[in-house]
């Protein structure tokens, strides 16, 4: 399974570049909210592939909902998004990955994610630890906030929410060494796991954000949970993940604002 969901993430990615090269349509789902061809490509070309080997498992996407059967309770459930970045995409900013993630019983089991214009691919088993293009990789070695680079995002609601969002944002730019907004939360998660970030936190995210994210950060060493600390799951709203040694420092800050 883990091979199947390398094969389709690279084979997505390659769909992505092939549409950035020729051009694509751009449809919008909210008032910043976007999708494109590309999406819709990508997407269709996973899906067949893993019910084309694994037709009795549940796959959730984020351009097409549940499909195969009509709840989450089976063993195996796919977690897909086809294009993690798609504001990005269509401006032509090179920031954004496709996103597979292999659930079992509320288990993350795989997470795959391939930035397509490094040809960078992230992977991780349960129990078997986390790698870049085949080499293992780790969490970074900061243990204080002030010496961190820390990453985030803002939600679909930031112009309706935006009075909620600012204030981690200030208290992060005062007591960080640096903060950075990179517009794709499986970017962002792939940083955290092999040290180019130190910690990551942001509201409003679906599974199709997370679920691959989620185990590379934990098998690389790292700490995910929910941004007042108890324990994460998938059908979490709000995220945070570090390098495991500054987490307490962040839940702090994340309190206070």
Not at 20 to 49: M, N, P, W
């Amino acid at each position: 399974m883990l091979d199947l969901a390398i094969r389709a993430a690279r084979e997505a990615g390659a769909i992505l570049q092939e549409y950035a090269a020729r051009g694509f349509q751009i449809t919008h789902k909210g008032r910043i909210d976007l999708v494109t061809e590309a999406d819709l490509a990508s997407e269709r070309h996973i899906k067949q592939l893993i019910t084309s080997h694994y037709p009795t498992h549940y796959i959730l996407a984020e351009e097409s909902g549940v499909s195969s059967h009509s709840d989450l309770t089976g063993d195996y459930c796919w977690i897909i998004d086809p294009l993690d970045g798609t504001t990005n995409y269509s401006h032509g900013f090179p920031c954004y990955a496709v996103s597979i993630g292999l659930e079992s019983r509320g288990e993350m089991v795989i997470g795959v994610i391939y930035d397509p214009t490094r040809d960078e691919l992230f992977a991780a088993e349960h129990g078997a630890g986390a790698t870049l293009n085949g080499e293992k990789i780790q969490v970074s070695d900061v243990d204080h906030l002030e010496r961190s680079l820390v990453v985030s995002g803002f939600p679909y609601d930031v112009r309706e929410r935006m009075e909620e969002y600012l204030p981690a944002w200030r208290m992060f730019l005062e007591r960080a060494q640096g903060v950075r907004r990179l517009g794709a939360a499986a970017i962002d998660m792939c940083a955290v796991a092999i040290g180019r970030m130190d910690g990551f936190w942001e509201h409003g995210l679906n599974p199709w954000d997370t679920a691959a994210g989620w185990i590379l950060v934990e098998e690389a060493g790292g700490r995910v949970t929910k941004m007042d600390g108890s324990p994460f799951d998938n059908y979490s709203s709000s995220l945070l993940c570090t390098n495991g040694k500054i987490h307490e420092e962040m839940l702090a800050v994340l309190e206070d604002a």
